[in-house]
């Protein structure tokens, strides 16, 4: 639980920042394998920390008002 708190208490960017580290080690592939699924479950952990921030900043951005006062649907399109 207490790693959970550490991870949610990350920014979005140190989130990013933690998982390209993580991804790193798990491309160069001379990781051992119960090593590798430690790193895979953290990845997957912050993984969620940043898909969980986007979500809030979306919901935020729903909020902005246009130029006359009215409440303006924003979306943030990802990747395809």
Avoid at 56 to 72: A, H, P, Y
């Amino acid at each position: 639980m207490e790693q959970e708190n550490k991870e949610n208490s990350l920014s979005f960017e140190e989130a990013m920042h933690e998982l390209e580290k993580i991804v790193e080690k798990l491309e160069k592939g001379d990781v051992p394998l119960e090593k590798a699924i430690t790193y895979y479950q953290e990845g997957m952990k912050l993984s969620k920390v940043c898909s969980d921030k986007l979500t809030d900043v979306q919901k935020k951005m729903t909020q902005i008002m246009n130029d006359q006062g009215q409440l303006e649907s924003f979306d943030i399109q990802g990747d395809e």
